[in-house]
């Protein structure tokens, strides 16, 4: 297989791609949840209700998720620098917008964009780490990455709380400005050029529009029953057109794309097919966690901005944690034990923090929980991704990273969007009965989503024991380097 590389003047040290490649992924994971503790105050000006909010959430996972695929192929086309300058400037031209907007439509339209622009980049982040680390350094080089994915979503609680009761919600957007104009900046100078000559530079468009189309018709149906009940014509009609959407994408893809956006024949590798599993799974868990936790310190225990970002930093501390143990023992455990640990790890945290009341203690009642989750997913992410990448020819590399940061987005979105709507019914319920507060019923609403969520890490628990035991003890090499770096 032909390769070609463009490299400018300056050589770079190893540690200094893998920072390249770390910043973006950390701008694109950041924002996922740096919004969460701004919410509340972000609704009040643009006139979201608590169940729109979820689509400042939603509108960037969901085109995220559509179109990661799409990015991961860009990378292996057209190559992993020009496709991450392309995904950093989408991201930050559509964050300075998400900081301009002055209506809640025009914040769902530039979170979007955002998500687009997150979906190029995100999947050359770990091609660019994959097409230059080898072997061992291959896996230390993946656990540091997830490790400061793992972090950017921690660490987007502090900062958001800190950047809207300092200043103002609109600064957990700004911020991504200079971060990422400094990895532009970086990859112009420093990153090389790989991509596969070869390789027919077409892209499946209507594959990633007919996912997103059928994905965010079905979570709209979601999200709406709230005011729309789940046997009501509307909310049938938009499940009805999600799934013909989705049919469409799976026929498209198998049938008529000449370059399909999801070639099928990637999921007969079992480790792949199994990370993805618990992937969905965990992601939307810990997705939920995020959104649920910042609304409850707020509105429930009445936390500033500021004291609410503070409350995520035992999880921050977690997640670096547990994903530093994680990545040094993959290699003598393998990728197995970590998944059923972690999985069981989750499903301990969440149901504890079904326990909480409207008035628990932070220290006694939340933080231990709180940090059993968070040290679970750093546990899980590194082992995710090496089983995801684990045996696949290095020509789908990108395709492979697409496939695991699609899986995470959507299990993420689909999550949010149903546990929003258990814990809307179930503190509708107990309202209209008359047997407590709204308050206390809020917060029985919090308690049921730890429930489920406790309940679906289980099911990943059960998922990840699928997985062959030899995976990740020593890392499989690609069978077919698509690139080399230049001498």
């Not at 559509?66 to 990015?71: E, K, Q, S």
């Not at 027919?200 to 709209?220: E, N, Q, R, S």
């Not at 909310?235 to 794309?257: D, H, K, P, Q, S």
């Not at 993805?276 to 939920?288: E, H, P, R, T, Y």
Request: aromatic fraction near 10%; proline fraction near 4%.
């Amino acid at each position: 297989m032909t390769t070609t590389t463009l490299a400018p003047a300056r050589h770079a040290p190893d540690w200094l791609i893998l920072s390249i490649a770390c910043l973006a992924q950390f701008m694109v994971v950041l924002d996922v949840s740096i919004v969460n503790v701004a919410l509340p105050r972000m609704s009040h000006d643009l006139h979201f209700t608590i169940t729109s909010a979820q689509w400042v959430v939603n509108a960037y996972v969901l085109t995220f998720a559509g179109f990661l695929l799409l990015g991961g192929r860009a990378a292996d086309y057209f190559g992993r620098r020009h496709v991450y300058l392309a995904g950093i400037a989408v991201f930050t031209v559509a964050s300075i917008g998400a900081g301009f907007a002055a209506s809640g439509s025009q914040m769902v339209a530039v979170r979007a964009l955002q998500g687009l622009g997150g979906a190029i980049l995100s999947p050359a982040t770990l091609t660019i780490i994959v097409t230059t680390f080898h072997g061992p350094r291959l896996l230390r080089a993946i656990g540091v990455w997830s490790a400061v994915a793992g972090a950017g979503g921690a660490v987007g609680g502090l900062l958001g709380g800190i950047l809207t009761g300092l200043a103002s919600w609109r600064w957990v957007f700004f911020i991504n400005v200079p971060l990422g104009v400094l990895a532009g900046v970086a990859a112009t100078m420093y990153l090389r050029e790989l991509r596969n000559k070869d390789a027919t530079a077409k892209l499946d468009v209507t594959g990633a529009v007919l996912v997103t189309g059928g994905l965010a018709a079905v979570i709209y149906a979601v999200v709406n029953t709230t005011t729309h009940p789940w046997g009501s014509s509307e909310t049938l009609e938009w499940i009805l057109g999600g799934a013909v959407l989705l049919a469409a994408f799976l026929y498209w893809e198998a049938r008529v794309a000449s370059h399909p956006l999801m070639p099928f024949r990637i999921f007969r590798s079992r480790p792949l097919s199994t990370a993805n599993g618990v992937m969905v799974l965990v992601g939307g868990a810990f997705f939920a966690m995020w959104y649920f936790l910042s609304f409850y310190f707020q509105y429930i225990l009445g936390y500033g901005p500021v004291r609410a970002g503070f409350a995520f930093m035992p999880m921050s501390v977690g997640i670096i944690a547990g994903a530093q143990i994680s990545s040094r023992l993959i290699a003598r455990v393998g990728v197995r034990p970590l998944l059923v640990v972690g999985s069981l790890l989750a499903t301990v945290g969440f149901y504890w923090l079904s326990f909480v009341q409207t008035a628990s203690g932070y220290w006694a009642s939340l933080a231990p929980p709180s940090f059993c989750c968070a040290f679970a997913m750093g546990v899980l992410f590194s082992p995710l991704a090496a089983a995801a990448t684990a045996g696949v020819d290095r020509a789908d590399a990108g395709l492979a990273s697409g496939v695991l940061n699609t899986a995470r987005q959507v299990g993420g979105s689909i999550a949010l969007a149903t546990l929003g709507t258990v814990a809307a019914d179930r503190t509708a319920a107990l309202v209209r009965a008359g047997a407590t507060g709204y308050a206390s019923a809020r917060v029985a609403g919090y308690d049921r989503v730890f429930v489920v969520s406790a309940a679906i890490t289980l099911a990943a628990f059960v998922v990840s024991l699928a997985l062959p035991r030899h995976v990740g003890r020593h890392h499989d090499e690609a069978r077919a380097p698509l690139v080399e770096p230049a001498g």
